[in-house]
């Protein structure tokens, strides 16, 4: 999960180490695969409708607005239409998570 602000989410890179899909079609190369095409943070989920499209923010978690998720983006971002807003773990997924897949907590803080 990547940290939703604006040094993590920056509008501007200095060096690419694994350019996208689009960046090697500017360049003359053929792509393979769709590149990253969902962001999820603590804020919210940001995805891609395709090549050369900009992340947008399609879902956010309980409790967080527009404004503190544009806020915390290095670019204006966008927000899709029809902005969904992601349920809650039940019980039983906290527990599988917690308990099955990362008993030690290496993963879940």
Known sequence: MR???PRSLTGSLDFCTSPGPDRALADGIRPFG???TRVITEL???ARGG???ELRLTAVH???TVDRARAATGWD???ADDLALIEPPTSTELSLLRDTVDP???YLR
């Open 3 to 5: 940290r939703h602000e």
């Open 34 to 36: 769709a590149g990253v």
């Open 44 to 46: 919210g989920i940001l």
């Open 51 to 53: 090549v050369g499209k």
């Open 62 to 64: 309980p409790g967080v």
């Open 77 to 79: 971002l966008e927000v």
């Open 104 to 106: 030690d907590r290496i």
